[in-house]
């Protein structure tokens, strides 16, 4: 018994150390006379947490930022936690969001005065209290706590997962980003998964709100790779994985080892159906086609997180876009998709059938026809709505109609100006959709003959070496068994015109 209680009190201490040691790796600073005194109300129950990925911690002299001052905010998320705690909602806004922010970060000067700027130089200026103050100002909503993670502990974490799976359909060579990767499946190491997270220009559509959708999908690895039960079984490996991540965090007073543990119980019952990944609904800033400015159904975003409301569909396209509560029933994997090319463009079916199959579509095959409608038209037939919802949430703006000499199958017609493939928001997996190579005509041809039943394929068509090489490595990178958090479609095409 003596050698049992001597053992017991061994490792009682041991674990306080490691508790005393992964709570002092936690940086902390005090922002409360930074930040503005004009707040939302402060909400009873639900929890609304900062997180900011940032470059570097190396900073200026802004009065409030501590350690992360004049750091570079490169990824902002907030993460909403319903009151009952059974949904979390992750909202990311683009850093090249126009919005209104206090004139040198001084929260002092009546919101009416604050001028357009850029969303991500509120941290840079003035560190996570601007910030706050800025996001607070855009959408009323209290922040409770904020966390800076820096990028190089990022990579620490990485390295003590013993690497993170990933699968690109296309290569990668960015300089800028100092990461080449040839197409296929790779396990990154913590230099290359920085390198990858911070890739914009040369894959994907070239835009930040693309590396958003790459960034959350990757998250989303981490946290599978982080939880599975070969790591929490290993306790040299958990202790490196918390070590590396305990270090590149910042937080706010209140937000130690200990709160972050308690919020960690209380969401641990959550499955990855109630988890959406949201990306702020934007369109084009008018003055800069080279920045964003929120919409009217980022108001409604706002709305339905103010009144704690779970966030499980995707609004329906619309003039005046709106939030839908109403969730997509039916798994990709149970529908039987029939995509017919209505363009003329050469291979733009077999691309469509390939954005599917990569998201849980098993079951697409592909058709052509003379006729030269306009947009995207999504037939169904009688009883089997729920189904087409599914497939008519990839395409913004399609039309639903019903088909009574349907059967089971849902045809989708793709005809002049048909959108790229979106996510959608119950899709499975989470490899990326292939980066486009085939783009729908604007306008429906005049003078032109309907084309022939079979043509010779132009060299992005179906039967290009190029097209055959995408469709391989789709089907190569396509979902794994592993769950995915939902990524709750409020993120459009990207308005600048990038397919």
């Known amino acids: 018994m003596a050698g049992i209680t001597a053992f017991v009190v061994v490792v009682a201490l041991g674990a306080g150390y490691v508790w005393w040691r992964l709570d002092g790796n936690i940086s902390r600073i005090d922002i409360s006379q930074a930040l503005s005194t ?35 905010s490169d990824t902002t998320l907030i993460a909403h936690l319903s ?9 990311s806004i683009p850093r090249d969001s126009m919005v209104p922010m206090p004139p040198n970060c001084n929260a002092k000067v009546p919101k009416s005065e604050w001028p357009v700027q850029q969303f991500n130089a509120a941290f840079s200026i003035g560190g996570p209290a601007c910030l706050i103050n800025t996001v607070e100002a855009n959408t009323d909503l209290f922040i409770n706590h904020f966390a800076v993670v820096d990028f190089r502990g990022f990579r620490g974490m990485v390295d003590a997962l013993g690497g993170v799976p990933v699968c690109t359909p296309v290569a990668i060579d960015d300089p800028k980003a100092h990461l080449t990767l040839a197409a296929g499946r790779h396990v990154l190491n913590g230099k290359q998964a920085l390198g990858y997270v911070r890739v914009r220009y040369t894959e994907g559509d070239g835009s930040d709100l693309g590396r958003i959708k790459r960034q959350q999908a990757f998250l989303s690895s981490i946290v599978q790779e982080a939880t599975r039960t070969s790591l929490l079984l290993r306790p040299d490996k958990l202790y490196g994985f918390l070590d590396a991540a305990t270090k590149s965090l910042t937080t706010d007073e209140d937000m130690g080892l200990g709160t972050m543990k308690d919020i960690a119980d209380s969401v641990k019952n959550v499955g990855v159906e109630n988890v959406a990944f949201i990306t702020v609904p934007v369109e084009t800033y008018p003055e800069d086609p080279n920045r964003v400015q929120f919409t009217d159904a980022a108001d409604t975003l706002w709305k339905a997180l103010r009144a704690d409301q779970p966030l499980t569909g995707k609004p329906k396209p619309s003039a005046s876009p709106s939030v839908s509560a109403t969730p997509l029933t039916v798994s990709p994997a149970k529908i039987t998709v ?16 390939t954005a599917l199959r990569v998201q849980g579509f098993a079951r697409v095959t592909t058709s052509s026809t003379g006729q030269r409608p306009a947009g995207v038209t999504v037939e169904y ?18 039309k639903l109609v019903e088909d009574p000499a349907l059967d089971a199958t849902v045809r989708v017609t793709l005809g002049a100006g048909a959108p790229a493939v979106v996510e959608v928001p119950n899709r499975l997996g989470s490899d990326p959709i292939p980066r486009p190579s085939v783009t729908a005509p604007r ?18 068509g179906p039967g290009s070496m190029q097209s055959r090489r995408v469709v391989m490595l789709s089907f190569l ?7 995915r958090a939902r990524d709750v479609g409020f993120m459009p095409t990207d308005p600048r015109g990038r397919a």
């Open 38 to 72: 004009d707040r939302p109300t402060v909400a009873k129950g639900p929890l609304n947490i900062l997180l900011i990925g940032s470059d570097t911690r190396v900073g200026q002299d802004a009065p409030d930022s501590g350690k992360v001052s004049g750091a570079r």
């Open 83 to 91: 009151a009952d705690r059974k949904h979390v909602t992750m909202v």
């Open 338 to 353: 029939l995509v017919v090319n209505a363009t003329g463009a050469g291979g733009l079916a077999a691309q469509v059938a």
């Open 381 to 398: 037939a009688p009883g089997k709505e729920k189904a087409a919802r599914t497939v008519a949430a990839a395409f913004p703006g399609a």
């Open 443 to 460: 306008r429906r041809p005049r003078s032109r003959p309907a084309p022939p039943t079979r043509t010779s394929a132009p060299d992005r």
């Open 477 to 483: 990178c396509a979902p794994g068994v592993s769950p």
